[in-house]
Nanobody, 115 residues
Framework: QVHLVESGGGSVQAGGSLRLSCAAS????????MGWYRQAPGKQRELVAR???????NYADSVKGRFTISRDSPKNTVYLQMISLKPEDTAVYYC?????????WGQGTQVTVSS
């Protein structure tokens, strides 16, 4: 199993920045992939960014050039640096770990961007 604890959400004005953190309960190199998803009210949960154990990354088109996913292996933590935030980025952001064929989720952290 993988237990995930997120932090770093909050409220910012458009154009601002936030950094989300996701601490995993096991070494992140043992996890096939970790990522960030988000869900806005009335919408489906969508992939924002993902990083594999090998270090490959992919991003949703809507966040390319603005969001960066990274990891700190000694801390077993994955980050999502978000800049140039837009009101449409407002959502609950969830950390995800894909491990041995199972998806694990954090509790979610709210990001609110005001115009």
């Amino acid at each position: 199993q993988v237990h995930l604890v997120e932090s770093g959400g909050g409220s910012v004005q458009a154009g601002g920045s936030l950094r989300l953190s996701c601490a995993a309960s096991r070494t992140i190199f043992s996890i096939n992939a970790m990522g960030w998803y988000r869900q806005a009210p009335g919408k489906q949960r969508e992939l924002v960014a993902r990083i594999t154990s090998g270090g490959s990354t992919n991003y949703a088109d809507s966040v390319k050039g603005r969001f960066t996913i990274s990891r700190d292996s000694p801390k077993n933590t994955v980050y999502l640096q978000m800049i140039s935030l837009k009101p449409e980025d407002t959502a609950v952001y969830y950390c995800n770990a894909y491990y041995t064929g199972v998806n694990y989720w954090g509790q979610g952290t709210q990001v609110t961007v005001s115009s």
